[in-house]
């Protein structure tokens, strides 16, 4: 099977490495990629937003599945071009996408699907604004509509903060706070069946201890050993299938990767938001466990056969992954530092611990970063404390001017106390 993977990030890393791994993959590609992917996979050159181009060249290599990694082409329907020139793509339509394109479409479906969720407002003007505020009260959470790669929402007990953010949006939600432990769920399905992961946890701020701003995530973990071992089943019931079941009733049936981010409250679970992707840096943990071959399940939903595939099987391991993001990120991340260590990683922690590149690129022989979020340093152990050991012992090791990265990941459950870290007001 020749495979073509869109995107740049570790998210596309990560599927690139284990499709690599995959011996039903004869030819691996990636557009555009970046440095750490061009070690696994043949990078092209193509603007990931427009679907002919992205179309033409999955034709000109002769691919036999497409997987979109991130939200922006999915939004823009790439997915649908792709479809339309015959090749089998994972990823759902433009109109499918817009359960994370725009949060007040996704309210609406959840509403009419009967899924849980925080109980909201969508406001376009500051009056509709202070009053939703006042209806719920602090600490507030303020959403700019569209998307906002994961930092277009505000949660804050500073009401002058949650107008102001507000008042820099289009169209915003205004919505309950909810309490509780955040789980990501990811679910594979064809627009029909629903086959879910595992479960994996996400540090969204961007310092120690949930402080400073929201971010894309820096770092996460998977399984969840504080979690009911009944979680799965109850969102599968509750959220994934009844979500897939009415997108194909509205005649706009969603294949691809559903992504639900949930807040396990003290009155249950409720959804704080869907994604149409797979989620980074989640998927760096969840498919360091999944031991099914990667393109037959992917193959498999963009061909609607998810049904007739074996139970998915996994890995003992617990799996830790650790961002190492530019100086200044979110804010404004410096790029074109050198980045090294590398080498010293695959010499010496290799297969356990790796490093997978998110904003890199080469600049002659030297790897430099790119974007925001620079580098994923992913481990497995026996348990989260010895995955959590050999991810850090491998962070060590890479040097990047002016870099930051969490310490704290995973480390109040890696550290026995069953714990999870709360969301922050
Ligand atoms: P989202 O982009 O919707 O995932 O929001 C980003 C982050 O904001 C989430 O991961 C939560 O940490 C936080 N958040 C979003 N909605 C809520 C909510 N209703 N209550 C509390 N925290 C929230
Ligand atoms: N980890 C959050 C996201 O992928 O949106």
């Avoid at 969720?117 to 009260?137: H, I, K, N, P, Q």
């Amino acid at each position: 099977m020749k495979v073509l993977v869109i995107g740049n990030g570790a998210r596309e890393h990560a599927l690139c490495r284990s499709l690599s791994l995959d011996p039903d993959v004869t030819a691996l590609h990636c557009a555009p990629g970046n440095a750490g992917i061009a070690e696994v996979a043949q990078l092209h050159q193509v603007d990931a937003l427009d679907g002919a181009a992205v179309s033409a060249l999955a034709v000109e290599l002769g691919a036999d599945l497409v997987v979109v990694g991130p939200e922006a082409p999915l939004v823009a329907g790439v997915a649908d071009a792709v479809r339309e020139a015959g090749i089998p793509v994972f990823g759902p339509s433009g109109e499918a996408a817009q359960l994370e394109g725009s949060k007040a479409f996704a309210k609406e479906v959840m509403a009419a699907a009967d899924v849980p969720t925080a109980r909201s407002y969508v406001c376009t003007t500051a009056e509709e604004v202070a009053e939703a505020l006042d209806a719920f009260g602090a600490p507030y959470v303020v959403k700019d509509d569209g998307l906002a790669a994961g930092k277009g929402v505000v949660v804050t007990a500073d009401i002058e903060a949650a107008k102001a953010h507000a008042a820099g949006c289009e169209r915003v939600v205004i919505e309950e706070f909810l309490d509780g432990p955040e789980v990501s769920l990811f679910a594979i399905t064809d627009g029909d069946t629903v086959l879910p992961l595992q479960p994996a946890q996400d540090f969204k701020r961007a310092l120690d201890g949930d402080e400073g701003p929201n971010t894309g995530g820096m770092g996460a973990y998977s399984p969840l050993p504080w979690a009911d071992p009944k979680l799965v089943d109850e969102v599968m019931q509750t959220v994934l299938q009844p979500t897939v079941d009415e997108m194909r009733r509205r005649g706009t049936p969603f294949s691809g990767l559903l992504y639900a981010g949930l807040a396990i409250t003290s009155r249950g679970v409720r959804v704080i938001e869907f994604n149409a992707r797979f989620g980074d840096p989640e998927t760096q943990v969840v498919l360091a466990r999944l031991k099914t071959p990667l393109a037959g399940i992917l193959m498999a939903a963009a061909t609607s056969n998810l049904g007739y595939l074996e139970p998915l099987r996994w890995s003992e391991d617990a799996a830790v992954t650790v961002v190492i993001a530019s100086h200044n990120y979110p804010a404004t991340p410096r790029t074109g530092d050198p980045i090294t260590g590398l080498d010293e990683v695959a010499a010496q922690d290799a297969p356990h611990a790796y490093v997978l590149h998110a904003g890199t690129r080469r600049d002659g022989d030297a790897v430099v970063s790119a974007g925001g979020r620079v580098l994923s340093v992913t481990a497995t152990g026996k348990d989260l404390s010895q995955a959590r050991e050999r991810a850090y012992r491998a962070v060590g090791r890479v040097r990047l001017d002016g870099s930051q990265h969490r310490t704290d990941i995973a480390a109040k459950v890696a550290g026995g106390t069953g714990e999870a870290g709360a969301v922050e007001a």
